[in-house]
């Protein structure tokens, strides 16, 4: 017989909790620190261009996750992602360059 087996958890992957369809599309990031703000999770960085998003530029950036936030230090240069989400825009995946 072919009784399907027990695998209902094999349904179509969920939306995430914000129930948006479209995924936040990541950029990669190269830069270098210039400054931290920890108080406002946000770091100066000095980037280069950032696919057909933005053109070279130094400017502040949201670091979302506390742990990425700690691997920024000024002077240090580094390797990201950079997720925009219409008009948000935060860095993550950080780790140094190559």
Known sequence: NSAPKSESASSAPSAGASGQSSAVPPYPLHGKVLSVDTAAKSAKIDAGPIGDWMGAMTMDYPVKDSADLSKLTPGTTF?????????????ADVKPAK
């Not at 390797?79 to 860095?91: H, I, L, P, R, S």
Request: proline share 0%; aromatic share 24%.
């Open 79 to 91: 390797d990201a992602t950079v997720y925009v989400d219409g008009d948000n825009f935060w860095v």
